[in-house]
């Protein structure tokens, strides 16, 4: 029973955090722009967000997973104390918790930006540095 619980949990995480999308700098058409085009601007990108990567940032600040994990030890812990006040396995009670609380909190942090903050600020300034102007993330 245990076992099961904590798997469907797990998968649960591991299909959130697969399903999140990154969002891609979105650039305002200034003359330098219209100058280069589309299909160097898009290579221009995929250069700096390389950049930023080889540098050792992450795309991604993991909030999905970190409030997964968050989840599923506060439902862990109310469980263990619901089964200790009613009586039955603390163990089991502390598993279903704890796959609950997993699923519900990894739901909850796919739905917060989850871009990591530096990231952004490398790919931008890379991209100003190259004549770009950088409006927003999309």
């Given at each position: 029973?245990q076992?099961q619980l ?6 649960g995480l ?5 399903c999140a ?8 058409p200034n ?5 280069v085009?589309?299909a160097a601007?898009?290579r221009?990108i995929g ?5 930023a ?6 795309k991604s600040s ?11 030890a506060t439902?862990?812990a109310?469980?263990?104390v ?5 009586g ?9 918790g ?10 909850s ?9 530096t990231?952004?600020n490398?790919?931008q ?6 004549g ?6 999309q």
């Open positions: 029973m076992t904590f798997r469907v949990a797990l998968a591991f299909l959130i955090g697969g999308t990154t969002p891609k700098p979105v650039l305002y003359v330098h722009l219209k100058n085009g589309d601007a898009q221009d250069e700096c967000t390389a950049l990567e080889n540098s050792g940032l992450s993991n909030q999905a997973l970190k409030s997964g994990t968050q989840g599923a439902g862990a109310a469980a263990a619901g089964t200790l006040i009613r039955g396995s603390v163990l089991e009670g502390a598993a279903a704890a796959a609950v609380g997993g699923t519900a909190g990894a739901v942090g796919a739905f917060r930006n989850d871009a990591n903050p990231y952004r490398f790919v300034r890379c991209l100003h540095d190259r770009y102007d950088v409006i927003g993330w």
